[in-house]
């Protein structure tokens, strides 16, 4: 688990690993926006993605999404369970890409990064990150096999 300070307002703590039921939610996301064989790879690659730490007002920016109020009854939900020490499940992402105009998509998780900004917006959240898959970062990495990492934070 992994713990975060919050200047006076609490502890967010996070799970190792997203929760079971994260995956079909973002499997049913992605059905959405993707065809089905193509938001099923991609929840594949969520599965076996290592984590990554991105700021809660980072992920919100990539993605275009406005903040939803803490009186929303989902983030209001997931700070009520940061209130009473109860484990966050990390978030599963799909990187947007800047020169083709893609944004991140925030497959399962979205009331989770709402909820710690609310706490502080440069709260730290574990995630796990696919590749959309017509971005140049998706055709690199197929083109040296796979082995792109990011190393930058």
């Known amino acids: 688990m992994t713990i975060r ?10 799970k ?8 079909p939610a973002a499997a049913s996301y992605l059905s959405l926006i993707a065809p089905g064989a193509q938001a099923g790879d991609l929840v594949g690659q969520l ?6 730490h991105y ?9 275009g999404l406005p903040l939803l109020p803490p009186d929303n009854p989902h983030v209001a ?13 990390p978030v599963l992402l799909i990187r947007g890409d800047l020169t083709l105009g ?6 399962d998780g979205y009331h989770r990064v709402c909820a710690s900004y ?3 917006e440069n709260t730290d959240i574990p995630c796990r990150i696919a590749d959309h898959p ?11 096999g796979g082995d792109l990492v990011n190393d930058s934070r």
């Open 5 to 14: 300070e919050h200047n006076g307002v609490g502890k967010v703590t996070w």
């Open 16 to 23: 190792a690993e997203p929760d079971a039921h994260d995956y």
């Open 47 to 52: 599965q076996t993605a290592s984590l990554e």
């Open 55 to 63: 700021k809660a007002k980072d992920m919100l920016r990539a993605s």
């Open 77 to 89: 939900a997931d700070l009520a369970k940061v209130k009473n020490n109860k484990a966050l499940s």
């Open 102 to 107: 893609i944004a991140l998509q925030i497959a």
């Open 118 to 120: 609310h706490l502080d």
């Open 134 to 144: 017509g971005s140049r970062v998706s055709a690199l990495a197929a083109a040296v």
